[in-house]
């Protein structure tokens, strides 16, 4: 099996994605069993990765299911969703034998982004070892790697999910550098009040970056995403091109990123990207909003191709789309909470 990164060639994607598949619907036995429930009964009949099966992110909460393709004594590593307000039993599990390709993924698609490396990396999060069933503090952990090392900690939400905001605003004035900081909207819109309230500056300064994962549903909020970054531009002098989104999963190993307002998120190139009719399970129209379908080859160890319960609308770009947001009737999950 090549490494994700092999290359940007569409005629190797679609048969490096075929590989993907024909091993996942060999080694994967619920996965197998869902899609001979589709009709599709020999993997070799299948000749494009649009026609690679997609399972619903639901899926991946049935207890019942072990959607991987090693058996469940050998997983190294189980990370899982938030779950909902409503049912916290019901939590999403991703198992990873390994999580070598995953952390390549995660670095290789970070350096794509092309942010400065000399910038101290401030983190809104608790420490992968303070939250190891979260794929996002391990996503930290890993970016934390590529950044400058100072005396200080830079992980500013402590073991029982409190934020420092004091530490963290002497941290950014001791710097006195440019910084990346990086976290939750949520923890972004908890520090904005945290610092209205004891009212002290923090004027970051020119170069820096802000990093967020979006998302207030479960938390009471409800704020569009320009005036989201306007709070963030206003309170941090940070204009709206330098705030960087992700978007990613639980159950995904790869993420995708836009800067400011308006751009498409863009994943790595071993991703590819539909948009797909909720009732026919077709690609919808060019231009039409529907649900997000993400083939990610970097999920080697269980499914490759993932139906979210976001709503986007496709681009030109094979790996990229416009999100246009949750689905009403979908429950909040993950970072919107």
Known sequence: MSSPDASNDDSHFNSLALEVFRFQYQHNQPYQQWCQHLGIDDPSGLTTWQEIPAVPTSAFKDSGLALNCFPPDSLNTIFKTSGTTSDQ?????????????????????????????????????????????SSLTHMMEVISSVYPTTDLNPFFVSPSGDLDSSRFIHA??????????????????????????????LHLPLGSRLFETGGY????????????YEDLSRNFFVSAKDIINEYSMTELSSQFYTHGLE?????????RVQVIDPETRKA????????????????????ACIRTEDLAIATAAPASFHLVGRDPSALPRGCSR
Do not use: M
Request: hydrophobic letters at 35%.
């Open 89 to 133: 039993q019901r939590r999403g599990e991703h198992g990873f034998y390994s999580v070598d390709l995953y952390e390549h993924s995660i670095l290789t698609a970070w350096q794509q982004l092309k942010l400065p490396e000399n910038l101290p990396g401030l983190f809104l999060t608790q420490t992968a070892q303070d939250a190891p069933e």
């Open 172 to 201: 950014c004035q001791s710097l006195n550098q440019p910084v990346l900081i990086l976290g939750t909207a949520l923890a972004f819109l908890n520090l904005i009040e945290d610092k209205q309230a004891s009212s002290p500056t």
């Open 217 to 228: 549903k479960g938390s009471g909020r409800n704020l569009e995403k320009s005036t989201f």
């Open 263 to 271: 751009l498409p998120h863009i994943g790595p190139h071993w991703t």
């Open 284 to 303: 919808v129209s060019p231009e039409q909003t529907g649900h997000l379908q993400i083939l990610d080859l970097a999920n080697l160890g269980s499914v």
